[in-house]
């Protein structure tokens, strides 16, 4: 080949890479370059099927599902006003346009849309379409979809608990005209332009973590926002009430208080299966026919006497004065609270009106009636007896701590003991050692676990003080996490002193069991490992990042062993190097892993037997 052809082909070459427009070339080894495009290795192929890669539950699947999943891709966002029309709404404007409305009318549209959303078997993004189309015309509309279907949110409670809120405070009673129903689609998005503090963060706060160690806003903001959004796992909280509240405290009543059932019976004056039967009766009228006005007649089949019926709605409701009272008392106790706070709404579900109620929120509604407000109740009624109500707090934490270990029982390897309680670390390591609840021993891998019954204090959830997130860490984390590390070092030190058998003992899996639940997320995760590290506390080799999990999470780690999935020990080991390692146990498992476990069957005997109960009532006899 002489120069010139040299010369040529190198042109020739230069125009087909370097061109304005790629030459055309007969060659083989040469290709198009395109986005997605997988070719075959060495070669300018392209390949017919798709390229398969291994997710860390062992699924193959296409390549372009098979990125590592992030705690970023858990976050949805809503849509504003301001970015939905380009310009941002004027608050003041919103507040006047809502005074000249019925307050009546705007709490029908939130209660409605909170029941829809909290229906079982919704579809949001479908959801989130239906709101647009009812409540947006033209080019907004198309614009509303388009946004829905890149996964932005326009159903949201945190919006529709703020609007009732507002609503409660400044509507009119007396108004008589009908707004249309678009003016009140409106009023969420408008209101989701001016509940973002960001512009009002005080200098030397940073927006995650002070130097202090206490949370920023944007902490405070992702802990207020799980507790408000935590699911609502009915069944689960249906088997929780009947095994903490019923059959525990009635196989071991308190040696003074007697039965839980008893003594709420005397203090509160209803009967738990009176409870129950009104509870379940509204909570299936509005998850199944999404109308939240219920007439008081309605309750005349609900299978108890209706004189009894109301007076269980009298426990749990308020009128619109008292809501008035408790919205504006709660906001002036933590110094603002609008944006998070639903303490109102979780105290009073319902809104008693003229010849029925209002349910004013169905998932609250639930866990007003199974979580720990009957205790509340209860307590509320002993506040003058200071040993009586101290007693009882001792008492319900107890119940609460058997509730959990039956659980990890049931989770437990059943080749041999492999579950050792607090009493028999005690005398294998002495009375006065810190130890925890409960050890798991799984050979050459431990789970050990201690279970906290503490909530979140109000400050916290409403995301107003930095200072009561760090007292609600120190308390759950900081103390547990000694009695953990102390339970390790007696293990490491002499295994056989307590399972009989020489050591074997490889890594350590802490887990701290919140079982009225703990916002988990990355901020929250960081803060706690900063934490521990300054306390020198389950650190270097050998122990895993600590795990923060609530009883519905145990539930459904006991599902996935009870279908032949991964054991516990296998689940804390798989997350801590997933993608998802820094957020919640149940978001690994039901996301990052794909699984779907049916509930055990421990739980599905616990949930029946309420809803037998309830069922029992109202049959003809």
């Known amino acids: 080949m002489n120069d010139r052809d040299v010369r040529a082909q190198i042109d020739r070459l230069r125009q087909l890479l370097c061109g304005d427009t790629a030459g055309d070339s007969d060659s083989p080894y040469l290709v198009e370059i395109e986005n997605g495009k997988s070719l075959i290795s060495g070669t300018a192929v392209s390949m017919l099927s798709n390229a398969y890669v291994q997710r860390s539950s062992g699924i193959f699947v296409p390549e372009r599902f098979g990125a590592p999943i992030a705690p970023i891709d858990l976050i949805k966002t809503y849509v504003t006003y301001e970015e939905l029309v380009g310009g941002k709404s004027q608050l003041s404007a919103v507040i006047e346009t809502l005074k000249k409305v019925n307050v009546f009318q705007v709490l029908g549209f939130t209660s409605q849309w909170l029941a829809r959303y909290y229906d079982p078997g919704v579809d949001h993004a479908k959801l989130d379409r239906e709101y647009a189309e009812l409540h947006f015309q033209g080019a907004l509309r198309v614009k509303a979809f388009s946004l829905v ?8 409670p945190q919006l ?5 809120k507002i609503a ?10 009908v707004v249309d129903v678009g003016v ?4 969420p998005l408008a209101l989701g332009d001016h509940l973002d503090q960001s512009g009002g963060i005080p200098d030397g706060e940073n927006v995650a973590v002070n130097a202090d160690g206490t949370p920023g806003v944007l902490a405070r903001h992702m802990i207020s926002n799980q507790h408000l959004n935590r699911p609502l796992d009915a069944a689960s909280l249906m088997a929780s009430f009947s095994r903490r509240w019923r059959e525990i405290p009635r196989d071991n009543p308190h040696e003074n208080l007697g039965s839980f059932e008893d003594l709420y019976r005397e203090e509160v004056g209803i009967d738990l299966d009176e ?7 509204a909570w299936s009228h509005v998850s199944l026919h999404h109308k939240t006005f219920i007439p008081a007649a309605y309750f005349q089949s609900c299978g108890v006497p209706l004189e009894r019926a109301l007076e269980v709605l009298k426990k749990l409701a308020t009128t619109l004065d008292g809501l008035r009272y408790h919205i504006a008392n709660d906001m002036t106790q933590l110094g603002g609270g609008l944006e998070w706070s639903i303490a109102p709404f979780e105290r009073f579900p319902i809104l008693a009106v003229d010849g029925g109620i209002l349910v004013l929120d169905p998932r609250l509604l639930m866990h007003r009636a199974f979580g720990w407000l009957p205790y509340f109740d209860v307590l509320d009624k002993l506040k003058g007896d200071k040993g009586k109500a101290g007693q009882l707090r001792d008492y319900a934490g107890r119940v609460s701590e058997i509730y959990a270990l039956e659980i990890l029982d049931s989770i437990a390897p059943r080749l041999r003991k492999s579950i050792f309680y607090e009493g028999d670390l005690r005398q294998a390591y002495g009375a006065k050692r810190k130890v925890v609840d409960a050890a798991i021993d799984y050979g050459d891998r431990w789970v050990i676990v201690d279970i906290s019954t503490r909530q979140l204090m109000r400050e916290s959830v409403a995301g107003v003080s930095g200072d009561t997130v760090k007292k609600d860490l120190n308390a759950l984390v900081k103390a547990k996490a000694a009695q953990i590390q102390s339970t390790i070092d007696a293990i490491r030190g002499d295994e056989k002193r307590l399972t009989g058998l020489p050591g074997e003992a490889q890594i350590f899996y802490p887990v701290i069991v919140a079982s009225e639940g703990f916002p988990v997320n990355p901020v929250t995760s960081s803060i706690i490992e900063e934490m521990l590290r300054h306390e020198n506390l389950l650190q270097g080799p050998g122990v895993a990042p600590v795990q923060i999990v609530d009883i519905a999470e145990l539930e459904i780690v006991e599902g996935v062993q009870e279908q032949g999935g991964l054991s516990f020990v296998d689940v804390l080991e798989a997350k801590r190097k997933s993608g998802l390692f820094r957020a919640s146990l149940r978001d690994y498992i039901l996301v990052e892993l794909r699984l779907a476990p049916k509930r055990p069957s421990r739980l599905e005997r616990l949930w029946k037997g309420l809803f037998n109960r309830v069922i029992d009532k109202v049959k003809p006899r």
Do not use: Q
């Not at 409660?168 to 005209?177: A, G, H, L, R, W």
């Open 160 to 164: 529709l608990h703020a609007l009732a």
């Open 149 to 156: 279907s890149e996964g932005r949110v326009l159903v949201v």
């Open 184 to 187: 009140l689609g409106w009023a």
């Open 168 to 177: 409660v405070i400044f509507c009119s009673v007396e108004s008589k005209d």
């Open 275 to 281: 409870l129950e039967s009104v509870v379940m009766a």
